[in-house]
């Protein structure tokens, strides 16, 4: 059974710095991709970033250059780093992962910056 549990959300100011873990119940490799994905008060849930089981990565143009997604095997976790962070960065960031033909989702974290 596929469990995603995402970690790591919290409150910092504009310009600062926070690390997101997604824990997978399976092994990384089992999944054809991972990602993460946001979505802030009174709009869509959007994609932030991707990777394939062969470690292709994508970003959304918005975060591209600020965001790092990077995983951990030993821990069977993906991460993502968020760095210069901005207001609009606000919103509850979801864990995704395409297994078998399925998309799983985490439950979410919240993430508050503050200008």
């Known amino acids: 059974q596929v469990q995603l549990v995402e970690s790591g959300g919290g409150l910092v100011q504009a310009g600062g710095s926070l690390r997101l873990s997604c824990a997978a119940s399976?092994?990384?490799?089992?999944?054809?991709?991972m990602g993460w994905y946001r979505q802030a008060p009174g709009k869509q849930r959007e994609f932030v970033a991707r990777m394939t089981n062969g470690g292709t990565t994508n970003y959304a143009d918005s975060v591209k250059g600020r965001f790092t997604i990077s995983r951990d095997n030993a821990k069977n976790a993906l991460d993502l780093q968020m760095n210069s962070l901005k207001s609009e960065d606000t919103a509850v960031y979801y864990c995704?992962?395409?297994?078998?033909?399925?998309?799983?989702w985490g439950q979410g974290t919240q993430v508050t910056v503050s200008s």
């Open positions: 995704n992962a395409l297994f078998e033909m399925r998309n799983y």
């Open positions: 399976l092994r990384l490799s089992s999944f054809n991709a």
